[in-house]
T-cell receptor
């Protein structure tokens, strides 16, 4: 049973515009959420995180929003750049034992 | 800075053969993880460890064993490889149990 879901396998956005990646979860005990970025033939790298006590966290062009009542989080990238083209994974943790990942969304930013 | 190093990077096994994947981290992290990545399935947690001498099952532990005899090393073993274990395997480590740092991955093919 998938506890963390990314329902859009791919997203295509024009350079300079906003990219919005979505993630849903089922476990209400998750208390930390993260986004990872992955390029081909490389391991995932940490991008941004948010605690369940917050509803927004911003880091430069990246903002993560958390809606606990809807069990939904999203990653906004503004403005999108070609170098942002990668697979983005949403992840969640309950306590500090383990990270559960979603299936990923492939973002393509075109000129 | 080595970070998280996985050995080997590529391997082809015959069905029924055994092998061990080695993960080494030089960041003095307590937490270590093994994930597998398959198309359309995202990253799935196989086993993890919250400290030297400890291991625990993740989402898909069947067919795998692990050991954490030294804090810096986390070994993943396949006793009798099956074609269903063809995957890309990622090791990760974490100081907090939340943000994790990943290795470059091991591409394993079982024929």
């Amino acid at each position: 049973d998938q506890q963390v879901k990314q329902n859009s396998p791919s997203l295509s956005v024009q350079e300079g515009r906003i990219s919005i990646l979505n993630c849903d979860y089922t476990n209400s005990m998750f208390d930390y959420f993260l986004w990872y970025k992955k390029y081909p033939a490389e391991g995932p790298t940490f991008l941004i995180s948010i605690s369940s006590i917050k509803d927004k966290n911003e880091d430069g062009r990246f903002t993560v929003f958390l809606n606990k009542s809807a069990k939904h989080l999203s990653l906004h990238i503004v403005p999108s750049q070609p170098g942002d083209s990668a697979v983005y994974f949403c992840a969640a943790s309950e306590g500090t034992d383990k990270l559960i990942f979603g299936t990923g969304t492939r973002l393509q930013v075109f000129p | 800075n080595a970070g998280v190093t996985q050995t080997p990077k590529f391997r082809v096994l015959k069905t029924g053969q055994s092998m061990t994947l080695l993960c080494a981290q030089d960041m003095n992290h307590e937490y270590m993880y093994w994930y597998r990545q398959d198309p359309g399935m995202g990253l799935r947690l196989i086993h993890y460890s919250v400290g030297e001498g400890t291991t625990a099952k993740g989402e898909v532990p069947d067919g795998y064993n692990v050991s954490r005899l030294k804090k810096q090393n986390f070994l993943l073993g396949l006793e009798s490889a099956a074609p269903s274990q063809t995957s890309v395997y990622f090791c990760a480590s974490s100081y907090s149990g939340i943000e994790a740092f990943f290795g470059q991955g091991t591409r394993l093919t079982v024929v």
